[in-house]
């Protein structure tokens, strides 16, 4: 069965996606420049209507729009927000760290550290989705960094498969790249211009179980 993880903008569209077949929310803020951290309060409600329904809620771990390298401060910030999210409940985080155009490995490992270890500054585990700051590697970068983050038990990479805006038809033959690579150690989920139209068809092309999208699921 396909999971349509659905990438909503605070709570205004929750409660519809879930009716509609949405088996994942993607929680996030600001989506005009490409989603970053929700609030305290979004990320509470939208986890305790997401547990009554029994669907999972992603949170957006991005202290701002705008490129994916982060300066010390804002390193603070997301491993801040990290716990903050996971001290609510959340299933997972989402978040994408660049250095010079390259994987930041540095704070990427201290995120991935916060999220699925069980420690008294962040109890418990989530899962980890490396989000599309992965679209913004050289191509030559990005089959070392699938092998890089399923070695370090990132659970999922979410990608177009190419640059944003670009119909995701054109980006198949590189997503598939990416599933062979992944070879079912880490999931790679396709995003960017998926529809509830074209969401079966896309993932049965990729051979994949999980989508991604603002439209993954009918809501109007």
Request: net charge negative.
């Amino acid at each position: 069965m396909l999971t349509r993880e659905f990438c909503a903008e605070n709570m205004e569209h929750v409660p519809v996606a879930v009716a509609a077949g949405a088996a994942r929310i993607e929680l996030c803020d600001n989506l005009a420049v490409g989603g970053t951290t929700p609030s305290y309060g979004v990320i509470r409600a939208a986890v305790a209507f997401a547990r009554e329904k029994s669907v999972d809620v992603m949170c957006m771990i991005r202290p701002r729009g705008g490129s994916f390298e982060h300066t010390p401060a804002e390193a603070v910030m997301m491993r801040e927000d990290l716990i903050m999210a996971k001290s609510l409940g959340i299933t997972g985080v989402v978040f994408g760290c660049l250095r010079g155009g390259r994987l930041d490995t540095e704070l990427t490992s201290e995120l991935i550290r916060l999220a699925h270890e069980d420690t008294p500054e962040a109890p418990g585990r989530v899962a980890v989705t490396f989000h599309m700051a992965f679209d913004a590697l050289a191509p030559e970068d990005q089959l070392p960094v699938i092998d890089w983050l399923a070695a370090r038990g990132v659970e999922r990479i979410l990608t177009h498969g190419g640059a944003a805006g670009t119909p995701i038809a054109d980006n198949l033959d590189r997503l598939r790249a990416y599933v062979d690579r992944a070879a079912g150690r880490i999931i790679i989920l396709p995003g960017g211009g998926i529809t509830w139209e074209n969401a079966e068809e896309v993932a049965a092309a990729l051979g994949v179980s999980e989508v991604h999208g603002t439209k993954i699921v009918k809501v109007g």
